[in-house]
């Protein structure tokens, strides 16, 4: 390859890097984040550890940008706190998250009451602590916690027509393969029985 060609294309990328950096830069000065403490962050793990002897406060914890980036836009039942690292804002789909947050929090009250949920806290946490969350060898940097929720998702709209009901599953693995398929198959929507093992269990 030319010299020059080859300094020019690395002198434009280098442009791109930059212009995208500065954008991810605006993005996270308009969000209200803040860093976790260590004493945060104990509690955090204690509350997920105990979350499925607690029938109230069930949880249910996301891993990665798909994912909390699929509810944040669901306009439903939103997370109540978001776990961020750097590492989480740089990958491909750092931008679409920032985005999706800033949009949740730039909302009026109306999501807040349709939801009974407040909006989301965002936290900056290191890559330790999110590893100590994480059940995946190789984590995204991002996770969220969402509260149980027993508002009936049917009320809202009667366009559904196809889903799956899933009864006494204990593999979280099985039932994350049957999410998977259902979405791909275009399935309206997943219903779980208490008996099935999908809540945070430590």
């Not at 693995?173 to 208490?194: K, P, Q």
Request: overall charge positive; charged content about 20%; glycine content about 6%.
């Amino acid at each position: 390859m030319d010299w020059t060609l080859s300094a020019s294309i690395r002198l434009f990328m280098r442009r791109v890097s930059l212009r995208r950096l500065s954008t991810l830069g605006d993005l996270q000065a308009k969000l209200k984040i803040t860093k976790l403490s260590k004493q945060a962050q104990q509690r955090t793990r204690k509350r997920l550890r105990n979350a499925h002897n607690t029938s109230p406060d069930r949880l249910l914890f996301l891993e990665g940008h798909r994912l909390v980036i699929d509810v944040l836009q669901a306009n439903n039942q939103q997370p109540s706190e978001v776990y961020l690292t750097q590492r989480s804002v740089a990958a491909p789909l750092g931008r679409t998250l920032l985005q999706a947050l800033l949009a949740v929090q730039q909302t009026d009250g109306s999501l807040d009451e349709c939801t009974s949920n407040p909006k989301p806290v965002l936290h900056w946490v290191t890559e330790q602590f999110l590893g100590s969350l994480s059940d995946t060898s190789t984590n995204q940097g991002v996770c969220a916690i969402i509260p149980h929720s027993d508002q009936p998702f049917l009320q809202h709209s009667n366009r559904y027509t196809a889903f799956v009901f899933c009864d006494r599953i204990s593999d979280p693995g099985n039932l994350g393969t049957i999410l998977r398929t259902s979405y791909g198959m275009g399935v309206d929507g997943v219903m779980v029985a208490e008996g099935c093992n999908v809540w945070v269990s430590g």
